[in-house]
């Protein structure tokens, strides 16, 4: 009995231990636990049916979501970011490690790579700078915005036609036709000149938190606003603005 209860203190001591250390580093046991579950969970069950919690971060991370965020970004193929892969070596790349990505990014650790700077010409004059994301960056991207847009869609604009699932700039033609046929004859033609190269980062996060509490979601979002830009070469730090050219 006594070497019994012996081994039971040393067991406790330890585990307060490990969590006493894990959190003089900012590790949440809590959130390991949650991980670690939801990566030995099997390939083929259902994650509702695990009775693992279903977490807007833990929806970014499933493997559904991520092959589809795959095959979007194959669909839309695209130019390289600062890695050089192209699209097509995306897949083999992945499969070797893809698992090792996943975990990285279960675990907070996961840092992405700045955007290659493109400048595109604008019609009017002037050039407009482009921020493009390695593929796997863009696939990453696409898996949050999955997730994401079911969230914020809903409360925009029913007059809002750009980058949104079901709509595009046919629909707001045709809109546009109801309103001339309804006898409306003005348009306005407003621009916000660079607004997303000076997007404050703070107050944009703080405008997600409102809809978005999963910090582990948050701190990923961020992460790419500050992921910085390769200039020539050198990756330039960034403290505001969103780079156009991801998802």
Known sequence: MEVCGTRRIRTES???QVKAGLQRIGWNPKVCRECRAYLRRPRTEETAATGIPITCFLKIVDRNNLNQAYKRVKANRGSHGVDGMKVDELLPYLKQHGSAIRQAILEGSYVPNPVRRKGIP???GGVSLLGIPTVLDRMIQKAITQVLTPIFDPKF???SYGFRPGRSAK???TQAKEYIQEGYRWVVDIDLARYFDTVNHD???SLVARKVTDRRVLKLIRAYLESGVMVNGVVVEVDGGC???GH
């Open 203 to 205: 107050n944009l996060m």
């Open 14 to 16: 330890r585990k307060l």
């Open 122 to 124: 604008k019609p009017d």
């Open 243 to 245: 780079p156009q050219g």
């Open 171 to 173: 629909e707001a033609v």
């Open 157 to 159: 604009s029913e007059h």
